[in-house]
């Protein structure tokens, strides 16, 4: 058996399969943002290990047996995230997570201290990555900057709790801005550009190698006598496609989460930091992908559904399932700054085109558009990278809304596939990657494809009308972007 723990930003997942990949039980439990200061997001480290706790001891209720049988647990996670750990240990403040957009200064700071950071990196420093977050509390929290012994991030501080390792995978290490991913490991310049040493950081690990054992104390407290190994795992997106088994040139998924990923793995390493790409080790061996990012998807449905006091699911549910074109409004989902293709951490979203006739309809409609829009983002700056997408696998839980992919499918002009093992997500490949580590199987033969379910393809009759909202939405940050300066 092996189990796999996503740990996101709203909750952590787990899920547990056997050998021929079956999955055997889920369970999740919630976690909770906080959000101090306007542009701020932390979250308390206790709260992820007392989550991962109820998940594994909730699968443990449910399937006692399979959860003493096994041998190999892998980690996904929410990337960037600063758990910032003293000598003891200890964790030294909240953690800062990866939509916080309070050290947009330091990302200038960074290539003011190293000019050659974009081409070390491969990538233009942003104020999700962990390293300008370093430079935040230098500057404003200096007496826990000097105490600061180990960095990690999210799924790795569960993984010292579950081993004492401080352990990190490739695919993760490169969202913290500390990594030269062309070389795959970290980076003395990069490093010194954020004032920290490579003392501080967790020995490097490809997604696929055992990193440890569960203590004895933990195996004991998770009924688990045989003290599974622990995998290196992956950044939530990288453990994604490896659920999906997008490890091969070109294969490609779009992830419709909280934030909203268009992801290409890729066997070279290719980036465009020109446009915000996100160019990063994969979680396997001699492979590499690139991301576009959106901060706010399906977060932009829920921010709305709070706003008109209505769960999301009976907003989408209202619209139906068929799409004849584009809403009347237009809207920018900027809600928390923006990635891909943009880089603007200090730009807010709006909504625009709005009458005496528009409704709930109207502005869920242009929610569900926007995000397609922002994906469309995306991938015209994977093109400029030169990765051609034909077409792609939706995970997370927007894929649930079948007018949601019928807009993106449209917006994209390429068909969406859908598993048929439903949102399998970044727990199902994490549990891959524990399987590999604790067996030392090849992982071309268990980061396999699933089967599909069945395939959203572009909507011909609304192609058109979305491809004129399309060029309006692409003018609108060029028009009010020092607006917000």
């Known amino acids: 058996m092996y189990l796999g723990l996503d740990f996101g930003t709203s909750s952590v997942k787990g899920v547990l399969i056997d050998a021929k990949q079956k999955i055997i039980a889920t369970a999740s439990a919630p976690v909770r943002v906080s959000r101090p200061e306007p542009g701020w997001s932390e979250q308390n480290p206790e709260d992820w ?13 449910l399937k006692p047996k399979a959860i003493a049988a096994v041998e190999g647990i892998g980690l996904s996670g929410q990337q960037h995230g600063a758990t910032l750990l003293g000598k003891d240990g200890k964790v030294l403040r909240p953690c800062i997570l990866w939509n916080d957009a309070r050290s947009f200064r330091e990302c200038v700071d960074i290539e003011t201290a190293e000019p050659r950071a974009r081409e070390i ?34 799924k790795d501080y569960i993984r010292f709790r579950m081993t004492g390792e ?18 795959r490991d970290w980076s003395e310049k990069l490093l010194a550009a954020g004032s920290m ?11 696929t190698d055992a990193t440890g054992r569960l203590t004895a104390a933990v195996a004991r407290s998770w009924g688990m ?34 934030s909203g990923v268009m992801f290409v793995s890729n066997d070279t390493f290719r980036p465009n930091a020109g446009r915000a790409v996100h160019a990063f080790c994969h979680a ?36 139906g399932s068929k799409l004849a074109g584009p809403s009347s409004a237009l809207m920018l989902p ?43 983002d995306s991938l015209e700056a994977l093109k400029d990278a030169g990765t051609g997408v034909t077409r792609v696998t939706a995970v997370g839980g927007g894929s649930r809304s079948e007018l949601w992919l019928k807009i993106i499918a449209t917006v994209l002009g390429v068909p969406v596939d859908l598993p048929a093992a439903g949102d399998v997500g970044g727990a199902f490949g994490a549990a891959r990657l524990g ?10 033969k268990v980061l396999t494809a699933p089967k599909i379910a069945r395939t959203i393809k572009p909507e011909p009759k609304a192609r058109d009308a979305y491809e004129a909202h399309y060029r309006r939405y692409a003018s609108i940050y060029p028009a009010i972007k020092e607006i917000y300066r």
């Not at 040493?197 to 997604?207: A, D, F, R, T, V």
């Not at 730009?347 to 469309?376: N, P, Q, W, Y």
Request: with cysteine; proline share 6%; aromatic share 6%.
């Open 334 to 376: 900027y809600l928390s700054g923006e990635r891909t293709p943009v880089a603007d951490a200090q730009i807010r979203g709006l909504i625009m085109g709005l009458g005496h006739e528009s409704g709930h309809k109207t502005l869920t409609h242009a929610a569900l558009d926007a995000v397609a829009f922002a994906f469309r």
């Open 435 to 444: 399987m590999i580590a604790a067996t030392g199987a090849d992982f071309r």
């Open 197 to 207: 040493s490579i003392e501080q950081m967790p020995k490097l690990h490809e997604g």
């Open 284 to 319: 396997v061996p001699g492979a590499w992908h690139q991301m576009g990012v959106i901060l706010s998807a399906a977060a932009s449905l829920e921010w709305l559904a709070a706003i008109l006091g209505k769960p999301a699911p009976k907003l989408t549910a209202a619209l």
């Open 225 to 258: 006598p045989k003290r599974p190994v622990v995998a290196g795992g992956g950044g939530d997106n990288a453990a994604a496609a490896c659920g999906i088994g997008a490890v091969t040139d070109n294969a490609a998924l779009v992830s419709i989460g909280t």
């Open 49 to 61: 290990w007392k989550a991962c706790n109820t998940v594994v001891k909730t699968l443990g209720k």
């Open 121 to 154: 990196s491969g990538n233009i420093p942003l104020a999700g990555f962990t390293a300008p977050k370093l430079l935040w509390v230098k500057k404003h929290e200096p007496k826990i900057f000097s105490a600061v012994a180990k960095v990690l991030l999210p």
């Open 166 to 183: 401080y352990a990190s995978d490739m695919s993760d290490s490169s969202g913290t801005y500390w990594l030269d991913c062309a070389r």
